[in-house]
């Protein structure tokens, strides 16, 4: 049973073009993460979000707790924002994130 | 800040020898944790520790051991290595346990592989 789900599991896109990522859950959280991880492994936080909507440049992540969903985007995609992005979420109880599978991400030049 | 690092980097082990991956952080970080990360799986969670001389487990503890004597180090020990544990681990460490509303911080990983 994975309490994050992630579609779609791969993504290829041309350079330039807008990017969404989704994430369902299924258990009451505290707070919702996406991460990127680029070739070689490094993980790296992006975003941390409870509530509405954050913006990082081209990136921008949405929350809708009510629906259990999380949204990633990436506007005007760039080769170098190909990575594999990851929700995880930090669950109401416990000290223990769950994690999706990932969205491995291939931007085009 | 040096952040989350880990060593080794590679390791190949033969089934049945033991090993200590390393990880520190610099950050004065309480909560900090031991994932594995297979192909077509999320992050699993093998031990994860909220301070200094408190231990608990994850998902996936069967042949690992974790041990926290400071806040810096949380070394994952492989009793006995099996095939089963080849896999990229990485350490993560965030402000507190709960996690909620802290950023968590990676190592680089280390890719372990049994033979």
């Known amino acids: 049973k994975n309490e994050v789900e992630q579609s779609p599991q791969n993504l290829t896109a041309q350079e330039g073009e807008f990017i969404t990522i989704n994430c369902s859950y299924s258990v009451g959280i505290s707070a919702l993460h996406w991460l990127q991880q680029h070739p070689g492994g490094g993980i790296v936080s992006l975003f941390m979000?409870?509530?509405g909507k954050k913006k990082h440049g081209r990136l921008i992540a949405t929350i809708n707790i009510q629906e259990k969903h999380s949204s990633l985007h990436i506007t005007a995609s760039h080769p170098r924002d190909s990575a594999v992005y990851i929700c995880?979420?930090?669950?109401?109880?416990?000290?223990?994130?769950?994690f999706g599978t990932g969205t491995s991400l291939t931007v085009i030049p | 800040n040096a952040g989350v690092t880990q060593t080794p980097k590679f390791q190949v082990l033969k089934t049945g020898q033991s090993m200590t991956l390393q990880c520190a952080q610099d950050m004065n970080h309480e909560y900090m944790s031991w994932y594995r990360q297979d192909p077509g799986m999320g992050l699993r969670l093998i031990h994860y520790?909220?301070?200094?001389?408190?231990?608990d487990q994850g998902e996936v503890p069967n042949g690992y051991n974790v041990s926290r004597s400071t806040t810096e180090d949380f070394p994952l020990r492989l009793l006995s290595a099996a095939p089963s544990q080849t896999s990229v681990y990485f350490c993560?460490?965030?402000?507190?346990?709960?996690?909620?509303?802290?950023?968590?911080?990676f190592g680089p990983g280390t890719r372990l592989t049994v033979l």
């Open positions: 979000l409870s509530s």
């Open positions: 993560a460490s965030s402000y507190s346990g709960g996690l909620s509303y802290n950023e968590q911080f």
């Open positions: 995880a979420v930090s669950p109401l109880t416990g000290n223990q994130f769950y």
């Open positions: 520790s909220v301070g200094a001389g408190i231990t």
